[in-house]
């Protein structure tokens, strides 16, 4: 072999290696490129994951702020309307707890009532002996049925008339106006047996007390309706 047979065998073997290099190169870049396209797929995808996680976590809490607040909106109105129910049959009570002054203007009529009231509360202690009060205002008439009420009782229970003792400790007069918060009493009595263990307070205020709770959820129905008995 001569000189230039040498001289192109050289010639082809670096064209065969020089053509395998460039094609391993473009093996490389293009796989390179490829990893480097899923790579930044990957990150990109990443990336819009966390936004919308971010996004959706943000929406959840301004979604439940709503649902706090429009909670907490309900509940002030609710508040406010049972607050204005309240104030309504308070101012119910208190009207009528106003009229109950003006039972003693009919003197017949509570003559006759501070009697039932006392058999009554006779009814509830039976006791042989018993301590009554009253209001001053209202001693005379109490005095005037005493008797008639304990034989009242008696009959009633097929025992002897009981002792009755008028305290010399008066319950509290009539308020001098409406708007008075000093203690009062509008009428009645209270009677206890004498060692105190055993009270009825049979007073025109604690009646309404009594009648009013009792009352109550129908007072309730008839002003608000099924749902607020």
């Known amino acids: ?15 065969f290696i020089r053509q395998e290099a460039e094609e391993k190169a473009n093996e490389i870049a293009v796989s390179a490129e490829e990893e480097f396209n ?12 966390k936004i919308r ?13 709503k649902k706090i607040e429009y909670s907490m909106q309900l509940n002030a109105s609710r508040i406010k309307v049972l607050q204005a129910q309240d104030d309504l049959i308070n101012n119910m009570k208190e009207a009528a707890s106003k009229e109950l002054l ?13 009697k039932a009231l006392i058999v009554q509360s006779l009814l509830r202690l039976k006791e042989p002996s018993v301590l009554l009060r009253c209001r001053k205002d209202d001693k005379h008439l109490v005095e005037h049925v005493l008797d008639s009420a304990a034989q009242e009782y008696a009959e009633k229970e097929n025992v002897e008339p009981p002792e009755i003792i008028i305290d010399d400790v008066y319950l509290p007069s009539a308020p001098s106006h409406h708007d008075s918060h000093d203690p009062y009493c ?25 009648v009013f709770r009792k009352k109550l959820p129908e007072i309730r129905k008839q002003l608000f309706g099924q749902a607020a008995a």
Do not use: F
Request: aromatic share 2%.
């Open 1 to 15: 072999m001569n000189d230039s047979d040498v001289s192109k065998q050289i010639q082809q073997m670096v064209r």
């Open 53 to 65: 996680q971010e996004y959706e976590r943000k929406e959840k809490q301004v979604d439940i702020r």
């Open 102 to 114: 003006n039972v003693n203007r009919d003197h017949h009529l509570y003559t006759n009532l501070l």
């Open 186 to 210: 509008s009428g009645g009595v209270v009677l206890a047996s004498r060692d105190g263990k055993i009270v009825c307070e049979n007073t025109l205020d604690a009646r309404l007390d009594v």
């Open 38 to 49: 899923i790579e930044k797929l990957q990150l990109v995808e990443a990336d819009k994951k």
